[in-house]
């Protein structure tokens, strides 16, 4: 990184900060803290509920995913237009006629105050959890790319949200989420057009799509049933619709979002804007990860993309094993770029199936080199990533992009990771004190529940930086997240589902149901880790919220009159 790329990147960051907590100031009741005064238009709710899902992972994964896998992740977000109607319909109306701070409190009004306690509680776990990994996955890469101290980076990130989510609450979240997705925005829109611009003369836009499609990476739908397959229509529309209905509907991070809206209009139009924007994103996002698979067909792309593994690998016993890998994909690289040239020249059918054959043995040697660096890093008894997943887009950053473009595009992911950790900051200090504090002690005056709301802040930011520190990688950081909020988020859908249309279901039923069904879920969730049963864990939305339902029903069927009757 050059000079002007640091100021870039300083003063980006520091300018969203300093803006934000300018802009926010002197909040002074719980109203003002927790729900910004209700004064946000549509398109603040619009830009915050995209700016919070959209964390630095789905910049840094996203574009890996596709380079590797293809278009086919976007199918995960099918679900989500309809998941957008039916809030529109059904929650937001509810929560805006009760004023709720948070989405629990319905549940107490619903249910009892030891349901509307679990279902918090399960929220801040999970929430809590992903407020870490938030923090941990720009960090973790940008340390091996870069060279920073790690420990450092998840401080230095953490202070910074915790900064201006502190002194602001809701109001400064939303300000500066508006701004933090124009720089997102701006960043990826210029990178996508830089790879076009430094793909070959006469490799156009459309010719960059063929070749793409010739490598099998524009294959957006699968209406298989195979389980198999982990991303499927049928997965994103069932499975999907259920995450999205649990994230939108019933987390606070999101629930938070657009109940800061002016009006009850204005939050269900906020939310209809993220439903007809998130998908093209997510679209666009994953084809500036194809664009820079097919920049890699003309230009040689390492054994594997985290330079820390590479280094590891090169100071072991492997060494001569990886670099003979490496003069293999050099050759390989060489014959696919000649075939290429034909099938862009001539659209010659047999070179499409070349390149699909050569790519295949570039994935085997990619593989066979992950292969070396574990046993490198064994050997050495070192902890190192050899998924390089979601090293591909910053490699191509740092190593392709002009001077000052590259501190933009670091902005960006931190940005993305800033956003949606003080999303997360806010929602789990709002949790914690409108639903664990505020309802387990005596009467607080305003001012006593800001400077409570204000702690919980600061402590939860301290408990996000402190996972950040301990967190370890998966198989890619975008998919981690959404395999712990499958874990949750079927059984918290399931309860509020039970709350809005199984009107005979009582507190007792469902209390129990919830509890029985957070452990089946895990246990399924395991299961399927160790191989026993395939279940992929998009599934687990559907299959929680089916479960809770079905033994809160079945309590209350079987106990209509006993100890789960209530008066």
């Given at each position: 990184?050059?000079?002007?790329?640091?100021?870039?990147?300083?003063?980006?960051?520091?300018?969203?900060?300093?803006?934000?907590?300018?802009?926010?100031?002197?909040?002074?009741?719980?109203?003002?803290?927790?729900?910004?005064?209700?004064?946000?238009?549509?398109?603040?709710?619009?830009?915050?509920?995209?700016?919070?899902?959209?964390?630095?992972?789905?910049?840094l994964?996203?574009?890996?995913?596709?380079?590797?896998?293809?278009?086919?992740f976007?199918?995960?977000?099918?679900?989500?237009?309809?998941?957008?109607?039916?809030?529109?319909?059904?929650?937001?109306?509810?929560?805006h006629?009760?004023?709720?701070?948070?989405?629990?409190?319905?549940?107490?009004?619903?249910?009892?105050?030891?349901?509307?306690?679990?279902?918090?509680?399960l929220?801040?776990?999970?929430?809590?959890?992903?407020?870490?990994?938030?923090?941990?996955?720009?960090?973790?890469?940008?340390?091996?790319?870069?060279?920073?101290?790690?420990?450092?980076?998840?401080?230095?990130?953490?202070?910074?949200?915790?900064?201006?989510?502190?002194?602001g609450?809701?109001?400064?979240?939303?300000?500066?989420?508006?701004?933090?997705?124009?720089?997102?925005?701006?960043?990826?829109?210029?990178?996508?057009?830089l790879?076009?611009?430094?793909?070959p003369?006469?490799?156009?836009?459309?010719?960059?799509?063929?070749?793409?499609?010739?490598?099998?990476?524009?294959?957006?739908?699968?209406?298989?049933?195979?389980?198999?397959?982990?991303?499927?229509?049928?997965?994103?529309?069932?499975?999907?619709?259920?995450?999205?209905?649990?994230?939108?509907?019933t987390?606070?991070?999101?629930v938070?979002?657009?109940?800061?809206?002016k009006?009850?209009?204005?939050?269900?139009?906020?939310m209809?804007?993220?439903?007809?924007?998130?998908?093209?994103?997510?679209?666009?996002?994953?084809?500036?990860?194809?664009m820079?698979?097919?920049?890699?067909?003309?230009?040689?792309?390492?054994?594997?993309?985290n330079?820390?593994?590479?280094?590891?690998v090169?100071?072991?016993?492997?060494?001569?094993?990886?670099k003979?890998?490496?003069?293999?994909?050099?050759?390989?690289?060489?014959?696919?770029e000649?075939?290429?040239?034909?099938?862009?020249?001539?659209?010659?059918?047999?070179?499409?199936?070349?390149?699909?054959?050569?790519?295949?043995?570039?994935?085997?040697?990619?593989?066979?080199?992950?292969?070396?660096?574990?046993?490198?890093?064994?050997?050495?008894?070192?902890?190192?990533?050899?998924n390089?997943?979601?090293?591909v887009?910053?490699?191509?950053?740092?190593?392709?992009?002009?001077?000052?473009?590259?501190?933009?595009?670091l902005?960006?992911?931190?940005?993305?990771?800033?956003?949606?950790?003080?999303?997360?900051?806010?929602?789990?200090?709002?949790?914690?004190?409108?639903?664990?504090?505020?309802?387990?002690?005596?009467?607080?005056?305003?001012?006593?529940?800001?400077?409570?709301?204000?702690?919980?802040?600061?402590?939860?930011?301290?408990?996000?930086?402190?996972?950040?520190?301990v967190?370890?990688?998966?198989?890619?950081?975008?998919?981690?997240?959404?395999?712990?909020?499958?874990?949750?988020?079927?059984?918290?859908?399931?309860?509020?589902?039970?709350?809005?249309?199984?009107?005979?279901?009582?507190?007792?039923?469902?209390?129990?149901?919830?509890?029985?069904?957070?452990?089946?879920?895990?246990?399924?969730?395991?299961?399927?880790?160790?191989?026993?049963?395939?279940?992929?864990?998009?599934w687990?939305?559907?299959?929680?919220?089916?479960?809770?339902?079905?033994?809160?029903?079945?309590?209350?069927?079987?106990n209509?009159?006993?100890?789960?009757a209530?008066?």
């Amino acid at each position: 990184m050059q000079t002007l790329d640091w100021i870039v990147l300083i003063g980006t960051l520091l300018l969203i900060v300093v803006y934000g907590t300018y802009q926010s100031r002197g909040s002074k009741n719980v109203q003002d803290y927790l729900k910004g005064g209700n004064t946000s238009k549509w398109w603040t709710i619009g830009l915050s509920v995209m700016a919070t899902q959209a964390s630095a992972i789905t910049f840094l994964s996203t574009p890996g995913q596709a380079f590797n896998d293809g278009m086919g992740f976007v199918q995960f977000y099918f679900g989500l237009p309809i998941a957008m109607v039916v809030i529109c319909m059904v929650f937001i109306p509810l929560y805006h006629r009760l004023k709720v701070y948070t989405a629990y409190e319905f549940l107490e009004n619903r249910f009892d105050l030891k349901t509307r306690t679990l279902t918090a509680i399960l929220f801040l776990i999970q929430r809590g959890l992903a407020a870490g990994i938030t923090i941990f996955a720009p960090a973790i890469i940008l340390s091996a790319v870069l060279g920073w101290n790690l420990l450092l980076l998840n401080v230095i990130i953490g202070v910074l949200v915790i900064i201006y989510t502190v002194s602001g609450g809701t109001k400064a979240v939303n300000v500066t989420q508006k701004h933090q997705m124009v720089v997102i925005f701006t960043g990826m829109l210029i990178a996508f057009f830089l790879i076009i611009d430094k793909l070959p003369e006469g490799i156009t836009f459309s010719k960059a799509l063929d070749i793409a499609g010739a490598s099998g990476k524009m294959e957006v739908l699968d209406f298989s049933f195979d389980f198999n397959n982990r991303y499927t229509v049928w997965s994103g529309l069932i499975g999907g619709t259920f995450l999205m209905l649990s994230y939108f509907g019933t987390d606070q991070s999101q629930v938070q979002r657009y109940l800061s809206g002016k009006s009850l209009k204005e939050m269900q139009i906020g939310m209809m804007f993220n439903g007809l924007l998130k998908v093209p994103m997510q679209f666009f996002i994953l084809l500036v990860g194809v664009m820079v698979f097919v920049f890699y067909q003309f230009n040689q792309a390492p054994a594997n993309f985290n330079p820390t593994a590479t280094e590891v690998v090169l100071n072991s016993e492997y060494a001569d094993e990886y670099k003979d890998i490496q003069e293999k994909q050099l050759l390989n690289h060489t014959e696919k770029e000649k075939i290429i040239n034909d099938f862009v020249s001539n659209n010659n059918v047999d070179a499409a199936k070349g390149i699909a054959v050569l790519n295949s043995i570039n994935d085997e040697l990619r593989a066979n080199a992950r292969s070396l660096i574990e046993k490198a890093g064994d050997a050495q008894n070192i902890k190192v990533e050899s998924n390089d997943k979601d090293y591909v887009f910053i490699h191509f950053i740092l190593n392709n992009l002009p001077r000052g473009l590259i501190g933009l595009l670091l902005a960006v992911i931190l940005s993305a990771a800033m956003s949606s950790t003080s999303s997360e900051l806010n929602a789990l200090a709002s949790t914690t004190t409108m639903d664990l504090y505020k309802r387990n002690t005596s009467e607080k005056s305003e001012a006593e529940m800001v400077k409570a709301s204000r702690l919980f802040t600061l402590g939860w930011g301290i408990v996000a930086i402190g996972v950040a520190c301990v967190a370890n990688l998966a198989e890619n950081l975008i998919q981690l997240v959404n395999i712990i909020g499958s874990i949750f988020y079927g059984n918290v859908l399931g309860i509020f589902l039970l709350a809005f249309f199984f009107k005979f279901v009582r507190a007792n039923a469902v209390f129990t149901a919830a509890l029985i069904t957070q452990v089946l879920v895990i246990g399924l969730f395991l299961l399927n880790e160790y191989e026993i049963i395939n279940l992929p864990f998009l599934w687990l939305n559907f299959v929680g919220c089916v479960i809770v339902i079905a033994i809160a029903c079945l309590l209350q069927s079987l106990n209509s009159n006993s100890n789960y009757a209530e008066a």
